[in-house]
């Protein structure tokens, strides 16, 4: 029982540590650098007793030599060449130098496992979505287009319950004053439908000549703030145009409200996929 739960330990501390490595693996570098800085500071004073000291040493040669050849003067050194600078000083900043490359290492190993697993995500999402569009295909082809457009209109309606316009901020913009709600982000804005048909069909006429849109951008179109992963979503001319889906429901408070579905949906890495 105790081995058990030893081993149940050490599992759980390796999963843990797997799923936090970034972060540690960035705590490690920065604390690497912040050391490295420290022992660079420290080792600089015995750099600089060790670089007079070789001057001392060179002179000493040197009054020696002009002695044996009779000359009572010589040129003192007072500076040392760089390569003769790093030659007497390089063992005081290896500790500083192991320190910069444990940190630069971390740095670089945080960084490769966030591109890795937000591969894995972008992958991950990609296949959801493509699934998620033959299932709608095949929901249209059993129960038809009707009854689809009835459960696309009760999944509208579940979005406006689960996100009452009462609990929530309704943002002003320049674009009408129809209450609307848009179902990625969860906002609720005043616009018009004939301004939002308008902003979809200027993007989807830029996305002709430019190949990918935002999904940000699609907001700015419609006069709201940006989110953090509107830059990351959007489309692109292979995965098909801004394909909006509209439907009429009640907000908590009685009044119109107008849902701003998606047809199709953006995608993560929608830029890369052109």
């Known amino acids: ?26 705590g490690i570098g920065i604390a690497g650098m912040i050391t490295t800085t420290i022992l660079a500071v420290k080792a600089t004073p015995k750099a600089e007793k060790l670089i007079e000291l070789e001057c001392e040493r060179q002179n000493r040669e040197r009054r020696n030599e002009a002695t044996e050849n009779g000359d009572e003067c010589f040129s003192k050194v007072t500076k040392l060449k760089p390569i003769e600078v790093v030659k007497v000083t390089w063992k005081c900043y290896i500790p500083a130098a192991i320190s910069c490359a444990t ?5 670089i190993g945080a960084s490769s496992v966030n591109a890795k697993r937000n591969a894995a ?15 709608k295909e095949k929901v249209v082809e059993t129960i038809g287009e009707k009854k689809e457009h009835t459960v696309k209109d009760k999944v509208a309606e579940e979005h406006v319950k689960k996100n009452p316009v009462s609990k929530n901020e309704v ?24 301004k939002i048909k308008k902003a979809e069909n200027e993007l989807n006429k830029r996305m002709l000549s430019e190949m990918y849109i935002s999904l940000n951008e699609f907001f700015d179109e419609l006069g709201l703030d940006h989110i953090s992963i509107g830059d990351d979503l959007g489309w692109n ?5 801004i394909d909006l889906d509209f439907s009429s429901q009640i907000a908590d408070d009685g009044t119109p409200c107008l849902v701003v579905n998606y047809q199709v949906a ?9």
């Open 103 to 107: 940190s630069v290492a971390c740095l």
């Open 171 to 194: 943002i002003v913009t320049k674009t009408g004053n129809t209450l609307c709600f848009d179902a990625i982000s969860g906002r609720y804005f005043k616009s018009d439908i004939d």
């Open 121 to 135: 995500l972008a992958a991950a999402y990609n296949l959801s979505a493509t699934a998620l569009s033959e299932y």
């Open 1 to 26: 029982m105790s081995k058990f739960n030893v081993s149940a330990l050490f599992k759980t501390a390796q999963q843990t540590i797997s799923r936090h490595s970034p972060e540690i693996l960035t």
């Open 237 to 241: 001319l292979d995965g098909g145009l």
């Open 266 to 274: 953006p995608k993560y890495g929608y830029s890369s996929l052109v």
